[in-house]
C-alpha cells in the first residue's frame, strides 16, 4: 500500500474547519434570554468614532437592496452546518458612504450582547445584517428580527438581535472575547481562545 492510501479520498470528506463535526439541526446557543424585539420599534444605527449616526427603520432597512447568501457555518462549540440558505443586507451597503478611518468594530445587540471585530472583515462581501432563513423570517431564538451574519469567522461574532455598530479606532473586546475567546476567532486556523 503506497503511503497516505488509507481512509475515504480527500475529496469525499466535508469541508470542515479542523476540530469541528457536521450537524444536520441548527443548534441555539444564547447566553441570556430572548429579548422581545418587535420591528416597530427595531432600529439599526451605525456610530463611527467621531460619534456620527445613521440610522434605520426596519422599514427602510427591509427596502434596502437584499443578498441571499448560502454559506457554511462554525461553532466554536464545534458544531458545524454547511450551505445555510440566508436573506439579509450587505454591510458593504450599510457602511457605504460612512466616513470613518477606524480599523475596529464593536457590534451590539438587543439584550446588551457584544462582539469585537475588525471593520476590514464587515467588507467585501462577508457580512451581513439578516432577517430571513431557510426561506423564513429569522425565528426569535436565532436573532429575530434581524442578526449580523460574519460566517467567515465562528458563530459568536453573528451577533443575534443585532442593533447597531459601533466603529473604534481601538479593539474593545466583546462579551466573549472578554471571558477568554479569541479576539479574531478564525475557524480555519481554529482560533478559539485567547492564544490560540
Ligand atoms: N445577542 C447574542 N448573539 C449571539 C449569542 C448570544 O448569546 N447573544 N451567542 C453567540 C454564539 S456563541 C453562537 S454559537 C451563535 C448561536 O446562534 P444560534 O443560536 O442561532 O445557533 O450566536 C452568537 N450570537
Ligand atoms: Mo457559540
Given at each position: 500500500m503506497s503511503p497516505g492510501f488509507q481512509g475515504r479520498p480527500r475529496s469525499a470528506e466535508p469541508a470542515l474547519p479542523?476540530?469541528?463535526?457536521?450537524?444536520?439541526?441548527?443548534?441555539?446557543?444564547?447566553?441570556?434570554?430572548?429579548?422581545?424585539?418587535?420591528?416597530?420599534?427595531?432600529?439599526?444605527?451605525?456610530?463611527t468614532e467621531a460619534g456620527a449616526e445613521r440610522r434605520w427603520s426596519w422599514a427602510e432597512f427591509t427596502a434596502l437592496p437584499q443578498d441571499t447568501p448560502t454559506v457554511d457555518i462554525?461553532?466554536?462549540?464545534?458544531?458545524?452546518?454547511?450551505?445555510t440558505n440566508w436573506q439579509g443586507v450587505s454591510?458593504?451597503?450599510?457602511?457605504?458612504?460612512?466616513?470613518?478611518?477606524?480599523?475596529?468594530?464593536?457590534?451590539?445587540?438587543?439584550?446588551?450582547?457584544?462582539?469585537?471585530?475588525?471593520?476590514?472583515?464587515l467588507r467585501g462581501g462577508r457580512a451581513w445584517v439578516a432577517h430571513r432563513f431557510a426561506g423564513r423570517d429569522l425565528p426569535a431564538e436565532h436573532g429575530g428580527p434581524a442578526r449580523l451574519l460574519v460566517p467567515h469567522l465562528y458563530f459568536w461574532?453573528?451577533?443575534?438581535?443585532?442593533?447597531?455598530?459601533?466603529?473604534?479606532?481601538?479593539?474593545?473586546?466583546?462579551?466573549?472575547?472578554?471571558?477568554g475567546y479569541h479576539a479574531y476567532g478564525d475557524p480555519w486556523r481554529e482560533q478559539r481562545y485567547t492564544g490560540d
Amino acid at each position: 500500500m503506497s503511503p497516505g492510501f488509507q481512509g475515504r479520498p480527500r475529496s469525499a470528506e466535508p469541508a470542515l474547519p479542523p476540530g469541528q463535526y457536521l450537524t444536520e439541526d441548527f443548534p441555539v446557543l444564547s447566553a441570556g434570554p430572548t429579548p422581545k424585539v418587535r420591528p416597530d420599534t427595531w432600529e439599526f444605527v451605525v456610530t463611527t468614532e467621531a460619534g456620527a449616526e445613521r440610522r434605520w427603520s426596519w422599514a427602510e432597512f427591509t427596502a434596502l437592496p437584499q443578498d441571499t447568501p448560502t454559506v457554511d457555518i462554525h461553532c466554536v462549540t464545534r458544531w458545524s452546518k454547511l450551505a445555510t440558505n440566508w436573506q439579509g443586507v450587505s454591510l458593504d451597503v450599510l457602511l457605504d458612504g460612512v466616513d470613518t478611518a477606524a480599523a475596529y468594530a464593536l457590534v451590539h445587540s438587543y439584550g446588551g450582547y457584544t462582539t469585537n471585530l475588525p471593520l476590514a472583515d464587515l467588507r467585501g462581501g462577508r457580512a451581513w445584517v439578516a432577517h430571513r432563513f431557510a426561506g423564513r423570517d429569522l425565528p426569535a431564538e436565532h436573532g429575530g428580527p434581524a442578526r449580523l451574519l460574519v460566517p467567515h469567522l465562528y458563530f459568536w461574532k453573528s451577533a443575534k438581535w443585532v442593533r447597531g455598530i459601533r466603529l473604534k479606532t481601538m479593539d474593545e473586546p466583546g462579551f466573549w472575547e472578554t471571558a477568554g475567546y479569541h479576539a479574531y476567532g478564525d475557524p480555519w486556523r481554529e482560533q478559539r481562545y485567547t492564544g490560540d
